[in-house]
């Protein structure tokens, strides 16, 4: 191939018709390289100032106004993007040609397009885009294909090939080579919606089935051994069943077949590239043959053989929660990438690697706990999962790669264990609400843009190394003080923090999100009882409080909590807080106990903020000073004396959508009209 200069380059001008055109010599054969044009043109010459036109030079036409063209004899060469975008809807090649560049014809309003035969060569995607292209057909010297010659034209219908042709077939406008053993290229806009493959093929080709939106389903004989890159990107299928000769699947062969159900594969399948499934939105079981000796298929979530690799999970498989199971110790790239119904993961301890995308795209994904084990994250392995609001890197984790937690936009707090020594560049990206990252060991090296567009402020504790102000362009400061640590009693269990006992002197007790670097999300049981706090400041990162966490404080007058991830509140947890005046509960709460506030006489005002939709037995019971409630719009249920003995409520307003009121819920309320 020439190498050609671009169009509208300084070099020799040729004008007729009053139309311009500029071109330079080929001295090798004596013609004519046209390289460009000036104005509005309707023809290509023959001759440049006598001198033949052998090739049409590299953009020489691109979106040019030409609507028709007849290629001059002379031409053997058309270049890469010669017309790529121009107005053309005809055009005749000429006898001559040898070869036409890739993209040469490239988004153009072609519909038939006959390859003499003296076309030896179609570069890559020379007729891609040509969304009206209906037919085409390939002449008798064509000997090789560059990929994607015809990717995205949707509207064609058939690839016809000269008989005489020694190299390439075609059946019922399906472009095969010669001898029928690859499938080459099925027209993305043929008619029909089933289509069986013939028994002569070992290999479907890259990107043979490409867009075909109408083929929802394909039989593929026990003849393939292949199945290429991206080759049914994109198609309708519904199912697939894969046979027992198929030894290997390419990259991405399957992505974003979104009406993708159920997917069998047979006993002889050794090698799977990354992505094989991605955006297969409907995917919701991957099964395995049972004699297969290199994967294998648990609830329809693909395994290697020995279950110690998870391939990849169906991201339509019913529930929103899925548990690892316990051999496993590698998450395979892309195993779940997409799957944006997914609320929880549990990953086990034993887990040493998560792959790159491997939860790219989880935008649901609220809840994970990295396990202490792990030693490796892939790059972009968290990638816009915009649910996560806090999240725990542990100490056995090296390094962090590039991009692995760029888009996270919910992201509040992020914790990096002391094992950590490179951050890669935009390792934190576009995470523009995190508040804070909070670092237990030295400073890491950090390669470029760690924390591009982030506010939040680096934590450090002071008696580590590196660190400076304006670490990775944050502001930075020490954290966890002796004083506040000195507040509990703590425990840590699979890399979060139980506050088991409240230990200080009283007055405000403010629960910090991190103890230690690790979140705070538990409180247990009677963990500040009988304490002398007089108002508490709870963590936004808590998950649970447990039965009587705050019971019996006789000081105790306000509190706010409003955690940004699902929270559950036990049993009593505030009972018996007899000073108790105000309390704002919102944000995630999942769930509240028996008796959460019974007793706490001195009650006056209430907001229940959050997205509770039970009010549980002796809620509010003999909280006498209470004058009125306000419902969440959420409520549905209203328990057994729920507020019995408000003897102060004087009006209550229940919300029109709540189905059930249990007995005695309002016993006792006397100033209730």
Request: glycine residues 12%; negative net charge.
């Amino acid at each position: 191939m020439l190498l050609l200069a671009q169009p509208g380059r300084a070099g020799l001008t040729f004008v007729t018709n009053n139309q311009t055109f500029f071109y330079t010599l080929n001295v090798t054969n004596s013609t004519a390289v046209v390289t460009g044009y000036s104005g509005t043109i309707s023809f290509i010459p023959a001759t440049m100032n006598g001198v033949p036109l052998g090739a049409i030079g590299d953009g020489a036409f691109s979106y040019s106004s030409l609507a028709s063209v007849t290629v001059p004899e002379s031409v053997t060469v058309i270049g890469s993007e010669a017309l790529t975008g121009s107005s053309l809807t005809s055009v005749i090649l000429g006898t001559n040609l040898l070869s036409i560049g890739s993209r040469a014809f490239l988004l153009v309003g072609l519909t038939n397009v006959t390859i003499p035969d003296s076309v030896t060569n179609l570069g890559y995607g020379a007729f891609a885009e040509c969304f009206g292209l209906t037919n085409v057909f390939l002449g008798g010297g064509l000997q090789s294909l560059d990929l994607s010659v015809f990717s995205f034209c949707e509207s064609l219908e058939a690839i016809n090939v000269s008989a005489e042709n020694p190299s390439y077939s075609s059946v019922a406008g399906v472009l095969f080579n010669q001898d029928r053993t690859t499938l080459i290229e099925y027209p993305a806009g043929r008619s029909g919606t089933i289509y069986a493959i013939p028994a002569s093929v070992t290999d479907i080709g890259d990107s043979a089935f490409l867009e075909s939106s109408q083929l929802q389903q394909v039989s593929i004989p026990g003849t393939v051994a292949v199945i290429e890159t991206l080759a049914f990107e994109s198609c309708a299928l519904t199912s697939v069943s894969i046979p027992d000769s198929v030894t290997n699947i390419g990259w991405e062969a399957f992505e974003s077949c979104t009406d993708l159900m159920d997917v069998m594969i047979g006993s002889g399948l050794t090698n799977w590239d990354q992505s094989v499934f991605d955006s297969c939105t409907s995917l919701a079981a991957i099964h395995v043959s049972s004699n297969n000796p290199v994967f294998s298929s648990v609830e329809g979530v693909l395994f290697n053989r020995s279950q110690t690799t998870l391939i990849a999970y169906p991201c339509a498989k019913p529930g929103n929660a899925y548990t690892i199971p316990g051999t496993v110790t590698n998450i395979a790239g892309s195993a779940f990438a997409g799957c944006t119904n997914l609320t929880n993961v549990t990953l086990p301890e034993g887990v040493t690697s998560i792959g790159g995308a491997a939860f790219l795209g989880c935008t649901g994904l609220t809840n994970l706990i990295l396990p202490e084990d792990v030693i490796s994250i892939g790059d972009e392995a968290f990638w816009d999962c915009t649910g996560l609001t806090n999240l725990t890197i542990p100490d056995s984790v090296t390094s962090i790669g590039e991009y692995v937690f760029w888009g996270c936009t919910g992201l509040i707090t992020a914790t990096i264990g002391n094992g950590v020594t490179y951050l890669g560049p935009d390792a934190f990206g576009d995470c523009f609400n995190i508040k804070g990252f909070y670092f237990r060991g030295n400073a890491p090296t950090l390669g470029s843009t760690v924390f591009q567009y982030d506010h939040g402020t680096v934590y450090y504790a002071s008696e580590n190394t590196g660190w400076s102000n304006g670490y990775g362009g944050l502001a930075t400061a020490t954290w966890t003080l002796p004083e506040v640590l000195a507040q509990f009693d703590f425990a840590t269990n699979n890399g979060a923090i139980s506050i088991l006992r409240y230990v200080g002197a009283g007055g405000t007790a403010a629960i910090p999100p991190l103890l230690n670097g690790w979140p705070v999300m538990t409180i247990g049981n009677g963990a500040f009882a009988s304490s002398p706090i007089t108002q508490v400041e709870m963590a936004a990162t808590l998950t649970n409080l447990g039965a009587g966490a705050f019971a019996n404080c006789p000081d105790l007058t306000s509190i706010t909590l409003w955690p940004t991830q699902s929270c559950v509140l036990a049993s009593g947890v505030f009972s018996n807080c007899t000073a108790l005046t105000n309390a704002l509960i919102g944000g995630a709460i999942a769930d509240l106990g028996a008796g959460v506030f019974a007793g706490c006489t001195g009650l006056a005002g209430v907001e229940l903020e959050a997205t509770v939709t039970n009010l549980p037995d002796l809620a509010f019971a003999g909280c006498t000073n209470l004058p009125t409630i306000q419902f969440p719009a959420s409520l549905l249920s209203v328990g057994a004396q729920a507020l019995a003995g408000c003897s102060g409520l004087g009006g209550v307003v229940v919300p029109y959508q709540v189905e059930s009121i249990g007995p005695a819920a309002f016993s006792n309320c006397t100033d209730l009209a």
